[in-house]
């Protein structure tokens, strides 16, 4: 057990659909990573917050964004969703923004996103 | 054109057998990390390297800065080694992922 939690563990939609992703990151942990991993493009870095703001961005859609709450929790946000959404979600947390050894992390069981 | 790349794409081994898994990226990174990720989906940061060697119990991992390639070993291999072992090269604002290298270790 990592000690990331994400919700739910599986989502069923629709296209065009809207659904929200959630990530509790480790106790102490500030950084949050979000990725997705389909079948055709393997895994892929999406967003980065850092203690609630945005601290890198990689392939992530206009469709889809992100925020970090105060009290460190994670949401991800998919809208419009379609068939190509549909994927594995994961998120990471680590201790620091960058480098050095606090930026190991650390990962969560995914969220199983499938749009029908 | 891919900005890491993972060799090889599939390896089968026997039980107690030395495996190497190739990494070579064309990024400047700030650290190179190695995952591993079970049949069941979870991934798991087994390293995380910015220069030279690490070893953690059977595992090790090695990177040459100048050459841009890290490899991971695993020495004396066990089935429950079987996984798909991923490579990602961090730059500190992006991440860049291989494709994977699925083990089997057969008994």
């Known amino acids: 057990d990592s000690g990331v939690t994400q919700t739910p563990k599986h989502l069923i939609t629709a296209t065009g659909q809207r659904v929200t992703l959630r990530c509790s990151p480790r106790?102490?942990?500030?950084?949050v990573y979000w990725y997705q991993q389909s079948l055709d493009q393997g895994l892929q870095f999406l967003i980065q917050y850092y203690n609630g703001e945005e601290r890198a961005k990689g392939n992530i859609l206009e469709r889809f964004s992100a925020q970090q709450f105060p009290d460190l929790h994670s949401e991800l946000n998919l809208s419009s969703l379609e068939l190509g959404d549909s994927a594995l979600y994961f998120c990471a947390s680590s201790l620091s923004r960058q480098g050095g050894r606090g930026n190991e992390q650390f990962f969560g069981p995914g969220t199983r996103l499938t749009v029908l | 054109k891919n900005e890491v790349e993972q060799s090889p794409q599939n390896l089968t081994a026997q039980e107690g057998e030395f495996i190497t898994i190739n990494c070579s990226y064309s990024v400047g990174i700030s650290a190179l990390h190695w995952l591993q990720q079970h049949p069941g989906g979870g991934i798991v940061s087994l390293f995380m390297?910015?220069?030279g060697k690490k070893k953690h119990g059977r595992l090790i991992a090695t990177i040459n800065i100048q050459e841009k390639h890290s490899s991971l070993h695993i020495t004396a291999s066990h089935p429950r080694d079987s996984a798909v072992y991923i490579c990602?090269?961090?730059?500190?604002?992006?991440?860049?992922f291989g494709t994977g290298t699925s083990l089997t270790v057969i008994p």
């Open positions: 990602a090269a961090g730059t500190g604002n992006q991440f860049y």
């Open positions: 390297l910015s220069s």
């Open positions: 106790s102490g942990d500030l950084s």
